[in-house]
C-alpha cells in the first residue's frame, strides 16, 4: 500500500487525507456494515487518527454495540456517502472506507472481520498470505 492517500465523497463536499502507511486493511461483514454499504461487506483501512485530516462538512451517527463500545459513522450530509469511523474500543485510529478513495486500488484488505455475520450471497475473499 502506497503511504498517503485522499479521497472524498461523491459530491465533493467532504474531502480527506491519510498520511504515512495505513495499520492494515480488511472487509468488514458485521450487519452495521452491510446496512451502511447496502452489500455484504464494507472494505476499510485502518489509519492512525493523528495522520488524518478532513474538511468540509460532515454529519455523524453513534451507536453503542453490545459489548459497551461506541461506534460513530462519519458521513457526508449534502450526498450521504459513508467516510469513516471511529470506535472507542481503538481511540488512536480511523476506520476508513476504501471506496473513498480516490484510488480505491492503492489498498489491499488482507483479513475479514465479523465473518460470522457474512451473508450466504457475499463471496468477498482476501488475498492468501503466501
Do not use: Y
Request: aromatic share 8%; net charge negative; glycine share 10%.
Amino acid at each position: 500500500m502506497s503511504s498517503d492517500r485522499t479521497g472524498g465523497c461523491a459530491c465533493g463536499q467532504v474531502r480527506f487525507a491519510a498520511n504515512g502507511a495505513p495499520r492494515f486493511a480488511f472487509l468488514c461483514q458485521c450487519r452495521d456494515c452491510q446496512h451502511m454499504t447496502g452489500s455484504g461487506h464494507a472494505a476499510q483501512f485502518c489509519h492512525d487518527r493523528d495522520a488524518f485530516s478532513v474538511t468540509g462538512e460532515t454529519a455523524r451517527w453513534e451507536r453503542q454495540t453490545p459489548a459497551g463500545t461506541t461506534v460513530t459513522k462519519v458521513f457526508c450530509p449534502a450526498c450521504g456517502c459513508p467516510i469513516f469511523g471511529t470506535t472507542t474500543r481503538a481511540d488512536g485510529i480511523v476506520m476508513v472506507l476504501a471506496g473513498a478513495l480516490d484510488d480505491p486500488a492503492a489498498v489491499t484488505p488482507d483479513r475479514i472481520f465479523f465473518a460470522d455475520e457474512k451473508q450466504p450471497w457475499d463471496h468477498a475473499s482476501v488475498p492468501s498470505p503466501d
